[in-house]
């Protein structure tokens, strides 16, 4: 079976209020029907997510540090991933998958498990104007889309974006980092064929339902990427 899809990201705002409302509604939508369909893969929950107000809801897509990236199907091109389309017309198609990019985060939280971080002792690696980090979370595609290619392709927008941040901000080293549960097969294949490696184990359970915290059985994954060298 083949299928063409897009990835759009998701605008922090539209001048349109009833568009605008239809993307809150479907952002929602969306991250409640993956924390039902798949609660073992993410850290939040359903019973939690599903209190959440519009306005919780809105300032998520209004976050700076927050990406949204969307899968809708396509059917005006041959190519996979097809080229994007408006943000309007985003509203007007089914969505089959999302992931977010968060960051840059802020350097207390910047991994120093850069290979020539370590070898080299060169810690001038770890300052702020040297490389830039980024978490990738809410990864979700709709069970009928999946094994498409839409994962791998939502993943790639998101570098893509991380990366071109990191470029306007001057940096040479971009850091991309994901929490799975290392029973998540189809996540870690994912992760692992687009070129994460394994940084850590976490045996324990820190936080409480946070969409942050870490779960019991958790891999820490990072992907590096340093400019002129892709
Ligand atoms: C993980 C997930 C996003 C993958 O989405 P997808 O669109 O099916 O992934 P793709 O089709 O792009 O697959 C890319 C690669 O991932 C790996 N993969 C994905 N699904 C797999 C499966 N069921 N078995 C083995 N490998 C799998 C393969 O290496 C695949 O490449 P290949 O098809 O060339 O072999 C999807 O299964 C999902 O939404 N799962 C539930 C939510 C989740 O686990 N999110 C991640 C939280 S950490």
């Not at 971080?117 to 830039?132: P, V």
């Amino acid at each position: 079976m083949t299928i063409t899809y897009t990835i759009t990201l998701l605008p922090k705002d539209y001048p349109d209020p009833s568009t605008w409302d239809e993307m809150i509604s479907r952002q929602k939508d969306l991250r409640l029907l993956s924390l039902q369909i798949a609660p073992d893969s993410f850290s939040s929950t359903f019973s939690r997510e599903s209190q959440f107000t519009r306005e919780d809801w809105e300032a998520r897509l209004k976050n700076p540090q927050a990406f949204t990236f969307i899968a809708s199907p396509s059917s005006n091109s041959k190519s996979s991933p097809a080229p994007p389309i408006s943000t309007f017309k985003i509203t007007q198609e089914p969505w089959i998958g999302s992931a977010v990019l968060l960051g840059p985060l802020p350097l207390s939280t910047n991994p120093p498990s850069h290979p020539s971080t370590k070898a080299s002792g060169r810690s001038e690696l770890r300052s702020e104007e040297n490389h830039i980090t980024f978490e990738i979370c809410a990864l979700f595609v709709m069970p009928e889309a999946r094994r498409l290619g839409v994962g791998n392709a939502l993943f790639e927008a998101v570098i893509v974006h991380g990366k071109s941040i990191a470029r306007e901000r001057g940096c040479s080293l971009v850091c991309f980092r994901v929490s799975t549960a290392e029973s998540n097969k189809e996540a870690l294949r994912l992760y692992e064929k687009l070129g994460f490696k394994v940084v850590a184990r976490n045996n324990f359970l820190s936080g409480s339902t946070g969409a942050g915290s870490c779960m019991r059985g958790t891999l820490s994954m990072e992907l590096w990427s340093e400019f002129g060298s892709d």
